[in-house]
């Protein structure tokens, strides 16, 4: 069973900003969204689909089909209660047993769903299978910076202000138990290398590799070079600028 399909983790998952605002409540979508191609008359995979919002958003720009699996039902039932068109079909299907139909999409993409899967070359050759040469594969993950520890959470001072982010055990890939929502979330931790070495030795082209920051705190790092406390900013969105929490990756395949 799927871990967000625990009543009590689900309650919690949809109380967050990006369950109930969609991509518009989605920190890293203002970046993600240009690494996305025309959409167009194109064929389109969503591994991990969650509520649906991509794969509406791919229905608006024009896709001729989207196909959106995901291992939970609740998700899958949310997806079509309230993302639903005629071109998008979805499946409940863990990424690792779905059929992957020879050279049948344009467009594979995934958000923030792939480090809940043990190997990333399996997911890869399986993309590389389903994807039409010069197609595309844009995705979200957690940031090895981010999964290293496994504790998901800041060292905190005497006062509960985040302290450092801790990094530990960074080459050391695996398993890894979060605290996510008041759970303890199986999640898998893989480094840097692997995302781009196994990309790379599966025949795609990276084209863009982004750590996303909220939009417009970015501008104002580059600005004050990171030197001094960030102006007009709730404090927690000044610790998002302190560490890596995703990376974005987008890349061609050449078969």
């Given at each position: 069973?799927?871990?967000?399909?625990?009543?009590?983790?689900?309650?919690?998952?949809?109380?967050?900003?990006?369950?109930?605002?969609?991509?518009?409540?989605?920190?890293?979508?203002?970046?993600?969204?240009n690494?996305?191609?025309?959409?167009?008359?194109?064929?389109?995979?969503?591994?991990?689909?969650?509520y649906?919002?991509?794969?509406?958003?791919?229905?608006?720009?024009?896709?001729?089909?989207?196909?959106?699996?995901?291992?939970?039902?609740?998700?899958?039932?949310?997806?079509?209660?309230?993302?639903?068109?005629?071109?998008?079909?979805?499946?409940?299907?863990?990424?690792?047993?779905?059929?992957?139909?020879?050279?049948?999409?344009?467009?594979?993409?995934?958000?923030?769903?792939f480090?809940?899967?043990?190997?990333?070359?399996?997911?890869?050759?399986?993309?590389?299978?389903?994807?039409?040469?010069?197609?595309?594969?844009?995705?979200?993950?957690?940031?090895?910076?981010?999964?290293?520890?496994?504790?998901?959470?800041?060292?905190?001072?005497?006062?509960?202000?985040?302290?450092?982010?801790?990094?530990?055990?960074?080459?050391?890939?695996?398993?890894?138990?979060?605290?996510f929502?008041?759970?303890?979330?199986?999640?898998?931790?893989?480094?840097?290398?692997?995302?781009?070495?196994?990309?790379?030795?599966?025949?795609?082209?990276?084209?863009?590799?982004?750590?996303?920051?909220?939009?417009g705190?970015?501008?104002?790092?580059?600005?004050?070079?990171?030197?001094?406390?960030?102006?007009?900013?709730?404090?927690?969105?000044?610790?998002?600028?302190?560490?890596?929490?995703?990376?974005?990756i987008?890349a061609?395949?050449?078969?």
């Open positions: 069973m799927s871990q967000y399909d625990n009543p009590d983790f689900f309650a919690s998952y949809k109380l967050m900003k990006r369950s109930q605002d969609g991509l518009a409540g989605a920190g890293e979508w203002h970046e993600l969204k690494m996305i191609p025309d959409l167009n008359g194109k064929r389109l995979l969503d591994l991990g689909c969650g649906g919002w991509h794969c509406i958003y791919a229905a608006q720009q024009g896709a001729s089909k989207v196909v959106g699996i995901d291992l939970s039902q609740k998700m899958i039932q949310q997806a079509q209660e309230t993302n639903n068109a005629p071109v998008i079909d979805y499946e409940c299907c863990g990424i690792e047993q779905y059929s992957y139909p020879k050279d049948t999409f344009d467009v594979v993409i995934s958000s923030l769903a480090h809940y899967i043990a190997s990333f070359s399996d997911i890869c050759a399986n993309v590389k299978q389903t994807l039409v040469n010069g197609g595309d594969f844009v995705f979200s993950v957690e940031h090895p910076v981010f999964t290293a520890h496994g504790s998901g959470d800041w060292i905190y001072d005497e006062n509960g202000k985040p302290k450092y982010w801790p990094v530990d055990r960074y080459s050391m890939e695996g398993e890894r138990h979060p605290n929502l008041g759970h303890d979330i199986k999640k898998y931790h893989k480094t840097l290398a692997t995302y781009v070495n196994t990309l790379i030795n599966h025949g795609f082209t990276l084209t863009k590799f982004v750590e996303p920051l909220p939009e705190l970015k501008e104002i790092c580059t600005l004050n070079n990171g030197s001094e406390p960030l102006p007009d900013l709730p404090e927690a969105m000044y610790d998002e600028g302190r560490r890596p929490m995703m990376l974005l987008s061609k395949l050449t078969k």
